[in-house]
């Protein structure tokens, strides 16, 4: 629109004077500046009213975008009126300075340590340690508990490495970019900043005390160790798990130390991270990454212990989930462990054992590092835990609960000499009670019951297609509203996780990585079903009740899957809102109050307002203080009771009229004009009726009807005519259209453009006047882009009687529309308001018009 707005009139100005020419070129780019500002408060609005999944970075460079476009529109307006507006300045500044407050990362303590020892860490070290690391750190401290020896490479060590790279521009700028919905865009950012960070150097200072920190394990420990390095980042193993999300190293010796270090770090930059961290509202800034590195454990078994029934924390019971060797093929879901439930009352006592398939487990390997191998057939059903074992663990599982004081999921392992270590504990992700809905569509359930089993890893109802995943390399082909089934729950499955309906799995345990993340999602799992869920087919469409461990044959109709993660309660939302109160919000409406100042603006829609209204009155020139400026802008008389000013730039008006203050539609002699005004003075459009929307609850505004009152300068509309162009700033209440067309002889240069925005509903009315302003727009045979409630349409190439019919509709569209936002509730409203605006009586039939 910026390309063409004003275009023929400029040809044609008549001479006016310097003075008239520049402020026409900075009133033209003011109302650029003006047009950008509403596109892109509606890509902001859009993205939080809608929760889009993106990261923080994108708000801030739109918000960028913003700012610097307010900016320039100021400057136009300073331009037409230099030092009328200099106070406005500081309004801007103030509020700029309010929204880059958040964005702004929190000072780095100066003088930080790059490690940290374990036994170290103090109460209020949690920002450089990480969560992981803190609350090892605290049951080392409050309980009698076996716990590694280790370190912890801290937050400090991770910014120095990215800044001693200069990595954070480029992470940023690949952040705007990113569309986690997108697998080749996860794939792409992700290989981009993972090899960067691979081929990256550690700087040396850094490396020194890294180095020496492990030295210092060797010591104590009387000779050559090797260590387990695990991801710590901040907000990890919170409220927010990261389970499975981040790398894990094992069996790392002195050697390979460094470079495992930038395998974890690079893993903050993994599509699964990426995905999982911006689906749960985090920025980047905000999970800095630490490491934590503790002194491997030779373990002959290790496990997890839930110290709750996540799907039913109300039951006081508890788990302990047990298999050989290392722990990692029980959290990653490829191996299903023995299960020991317990009651917790009066005191922990078995009450169900069952024994897993565990028939490969994970040791340490003869070069280094790990390796993978089969367990013989009289292990591979035998407890891995004798039920002493399983009642120590049980113990020691409620003292921590005790401590933290809510149900945790702890990860343990056990030594050849039979001893128990902690390597890490947080809160385990309980389930809320089962939705009312769920209850009451279970009875609907006809289709007959074609498979029962396994483990409920997250309990809900569910219908979809079955979808074989046969290999991790079919992952992108997953379509949405799939039911996966899968060997195994890797967590890399999160990439997904939007796609999917439900989540079945041959092996795999309540207590793997993924449940805990399926639990977070809402999506419900059934794990550990065994080889007979193959019997079940590629394709079939079925309905799982994964609480009871059903599958039926068939579909019913259940409302969209509620994902908890994407709420208001999300750091991203409270960020984004508080943001957009110093955006959206617009108080200044009554041009005509005192408060209508700069001093009066408080949010940025405020300045917008106030540079577009000012920069009209600079332009036009209604007012006495004005009237020496320019005497070419005439008052329009005429039934519709609305104040409108005009601008003639060329034969738009009659000669008689060229010293008259008032004139009627009689001396206008543009077409385009007399269309829109017939549009917009049909019988059918009611102007008198006063609406039953109470405007003295926004602020005691002069308004009715969705109209300034007549003869009220402050609200008035302008135009800019010659004999076949027409440029109309409209107002109707809080919303604003510019209409911009060309309507003469030549088919090729006519066009119509028009600018819809604004509105005093709420963001739901103003949306639905959107679509409804879009479809009808549509069938007028525009071109036509919405934003949140921003419109822009265009049509153009066509013939002169038919850009007039067009603008005669568009007219009465505009007319009709004008209260449309405090009257639209729901989609079957915006239908019904389209066929009857598309009747006979309006007698113009456009699709056939367009044939």
């Not at 490829?334 to 078995?350: A, F, G």
């Not at 809160?427 to 089962?434: D, G, S, T, V, Y």
């Not at 604004?758 to 036509?784: K, P």
């Not at 153009?796 to 009709?816: A, E, F, P």
Request: charge should be negative; include cysteine; aromatic fraction near 8%.
């Amino acid at each position: 629109m910026a390309l063409k707005l004003f275009k023929h009139w400029t040809a044609k100005l008549l001479s006016p004077g310097t003075f008239l020419r520049d402020n026409y070129a900075s009133f033209k780019k003011l109302l650029e500046y003006d047009k950008r500002c509403h596109e892109l408060i509606a890509e902001l609005e859009d993205i939080y009213y809608n929760e889009k999944k993106v990261d923080l970075k994108q708000v801030e460079r739109r918000y960028a975008e913003l700012s610097a476009a307010v900016f320039s529109m100021m400057s136009s307006l300073t331009h037409m009126s230099p030092a009328a507006y200099d106070n406005l300045w500081a309004y801007f500044q103030k509020i700029d300075a309010y929204v880059h407050y958040i964005f702004t990362p929190l000072k780095r303590q100066t003088g930080a340590l790059f490690t940290i020892p374990l036994n170290a860490i103090d109460i209020d070290d949690r920002p450089m340690t990480g969560d992981k690391a803190f609350n090892l750190a605290m049951l080392s401290n409050n309980l009698d508990l076996r716990i590694p020896a280790g370190f912890v490479i801290t937050t400090h060590a991770f910014h120095t490495f990215i800044d001693h790279n200069n990595l954070q521009t480029i992470i940023d700028e690949g952040l705007t970019r990113l569309d986690i919905s997108s697998s080749e865009s996860l794939q792409r950012f992700s290989t981009e900043i993972t090899t960067l960070v691979a081929d990256a150097v550690i700087p040396p200072v850094m490396a020194e005390s890294i180095i020496s920190s492990f030295a210092g394990l060797q010591k104590d420990k009387g000779g050559g160790v090797q260590v387990a390095m695990r991801s710590s980042a901040t907000l990890e193993d919170s409220e927010t798990s990261f389970a499975g999300q981040y790398q894990t190293e094992l069996h790392v010796d002195r050697d390979s130390l460094l470079s495992a270090y930038k395998r974890i770090v690079a893993s903050k930059y993994s599509p699964r991270a990426l995905y999982y961290r911006i689906n749960h509202g985090i920025s980047d800034m905000d999970t800095p990454m630490a490491v934590l590195v503790l002194v491997m454990v030779d373990a002959v078994a290790s496990g997890v212990v839930y110290t709750a029934d996540p799907a039913q924390v109300s039951v006081r019971t508890m788990a302990v989930h047990s298999l050989w060797g290392l722990g990692e093929l029980l959290v990653g879901g490829e191996v299903s462990p023995d299960s020991v439930y317990l009651s917790k009352e009066p005191r922990p006592h078995i009450i169900e054992r069952r024994l897993g398939d565990k028939f490969k487990e994970m040791t340490a390997g003869r070069q280094g590092g790990v390796q993978i191998e089969d367990v013989d057939e009289k292990r591979r059903h035998s407890p891995a835990l004798a039920d002493a074992e399983v009642l120590e663990l049980a113990r020691i599982g409620l003292e921590v609960e005790e401590l933290y004081g809510e149900p945790q999921d702890i990860e343990w392992c056990q030594d050849q000499d039979k001893s128990l270590y902690i390597l890490q504990a947080r809160p385990l992700r309980c389930e809320a009670e089962q939705p009312s809905h769920d209850l009451a569509v279970e009875t609907e359930i006809a289709g007959p019951l074609i498979f029962q089993g396994g483990e409920c890893a997250s309990s809900g109802l569910a219908s979809g297609r079955l979808f074989f995943l046969e290999n991790y390399l079919q992952l992108n082909d997953v379509p949405a509203g799939s039911i996966l089934v899968t060997q195994s729950t890797l967590p890399g499955y999160v990439k997904v996780i939007d796609r999917l309906e439900a989540i079945i799995t041959e092996r795999g345990s309540v207590a793997g990585h993924f449940a805990s993340v399926a639990r977070e999602f809402g999506l419900p799992a059934i794990v550990n079903a065994g080889p007979a869920i193959r019997q079940l087919q590629h394709g079939m469409d079925v309905t799982v009740c994964a609480h009871k461990k059903n599958i039926h044959q068939g579909l019913i109709s259940l409302p969209p899957r509620q994902v908890p993660a994407r709420t208001s309660k999300t750091p991203f939302m409270r960020k984004f809102k508080y943001i957009l109160n110093f955006v959206s919000p617009l108080t200044l409406i009554d041009t005509t109050a005192s408060s209508f100042s700069p001093e009066g603006c408080r949010s940025l829609h405020d300045i917008i307002r106030f540079c577009h209204e000012k920069g009209m009155q600079e332009m036009f020139a209604t007012g006495a203080q004005w009237g020496t400026r320019i005497n070419g802008a005439k008052k329009v008389i005429s039934k519709i009771p609305m104040t409108i000013y005009v601008l003639d730039v060329g034969k738009g008006l009659a000669d008689a009229a060229r010293n008259m203050e008032t004139i009627s539609l009689a001396e206008i002699h543009c077409l385009a004009m007399h269309a829109v005004w017939a549009g917009l003075s049909h019988p059918d459009i009611d102007w008198s009726q006063q609406s039953h929307f109470d405007w003295q609850s926004f602020d005691n505004v002069a308004l009715a009807g969705g109209i300034a009152r007549e003869n009220a300068d402050a609200f008035a509309s302008y135009a800019i005519i010659s004999h076949d162009y027409l440029n109309l700033n409209l107002r109707f209440g809080y919303h604003f259209t510019v209409l911009d067309t060309l309507c003469g002889p030549d088919d090729n240069n006519n066009y119509i453009i028009l600018r819809f925005a604004g509105g005093g509903g709420d963001f739901t009315g103003r949306t639905l006047r959107v679509i409804f302003l879009s479809r009808a727009l549509i069938n007028l045979g525009f071109h036509v882009e919405s934003k949140g409630d921003l419109i822009d349409a265009r049509l153009s190439h066509q013939g002169q009687d038919l850009i007039k019919d067009t603008l005669n509709m568009v007219g009465r569209l505009l007319g009709v529309t004008r209260l449309l936002d405090m009257s639209l509730k729901n989609e079957d409203m915006v239908e019904e308001y389209l066929a009857d605006f598309f009747a006979e009586k309006y007698d113009f039939a456009p699709q056939k018009k367009m044939t």
